[in-house]
């Protein structure tokens, strides 16, 4: 069973696009996250959420909007697609958001702007 | 300011020798951790190792152990007997607190480790 799972894995489309990646979680964790890896393979954190509260909003566009429907799932909807967008972003989750809490990677999605 | 420091962009390494990777950190907080995360070329992130700061003893997990130097503020990754498995991109991070309820992951720029036989 997969533990942190990402959809797509790809995901090619067009400036001024409106996209969503949806991850999911079903290792009960109580706090999830979102990652850019950007092409120099830096990983930042944007978003981190805690029983579906937003925690951590590092500085973001505000065309990036994580939603949580519930503790185990957290969305990244991103409106008007820029080619600076294009990076890997990373869902994760861990088991609480203070600690010595490992945090659970999922696989990943190569978003690619044209 | 937290920050974390991987000085070493790439290293070679003959399979089964031993190889380490550096990391550096910098922060005022007293409780901190350190972690240690893999890349293999398809991408995932893989945790590896951790290493609290009030831990006395260095962590070890399996072929993996962590060099801890509090007073030099280092946190050096060991690889033992490497394998050409081991070849991928080796991230150093630091859980830092960001509020009286928030810690949050600070990542180095990595270290591409590639084992050759």
């Known amino acids: 069973d997969t533990a942190v799972s990402q959809t797509p894995k790809y995901l090619v489309t067009q400036m001024g696009n409106d996209k969503s990646i949806k991850c999911e979680q079903n290792l009960g964790h109580d706090t999830m996250y979102w990652y850019k890896q950007d092409s120099k393979k830096f990983l930042k954190i944007m978003f981190s959420y805690n029983n579906k509260e937003l925690i951590i909003n590092e500085t973001v566009p505000n065309r990036f909007s994580p939603k949580s429907p519930d503790k185990a799932h957290l969305n990244l909807h991103i409106n008007s697609l820029e080619l600076g967008d294009s990076a890997v972003y990373f869902c994760a989750s861990s088991q609480d958001l203070l600690g010595a809490y490992e945090q659970y990677f999922g696989p990943g999605t190569r978003l690619t702007v044209t | 300011a937290q920050k974390i420091t991987q000085t070493q962009p790439g290293m070679f390494v003959q399979e089964k020798e031993a190889v380490t990777l550096d990391c550096t950190y910098d922060?005022?907080?007293?409780?901190?951790?350190l972690f240690w995360y893999k890349q293999p070329s398809s991408g995932e992130m893989i945790f590896l190792i951790y290493?609290?700061?009030?831990?006395?003893q260095n962590a070890t997990e399996g072929r993996y152990s962590l060099n801890f130097q509090k007073a030099r503020k280092s946190a050096n990754l060991v690889i033992s007997a490497s394998q050409l498995g081991d070849s991928a991109m080796y991230f150093c991070a630091m859980r830092g607190r960001l509020s009286y309820n928030t810690d949050k992951l600070i990542f180095g720029t990595g270290t591409r480790l590639q084992v050759f036989p």
């Open positions: 922060t005022s907080d007293q409780s901190y951790g």
């Open positions: 290493q609290g700061s009030y831990d006395e």
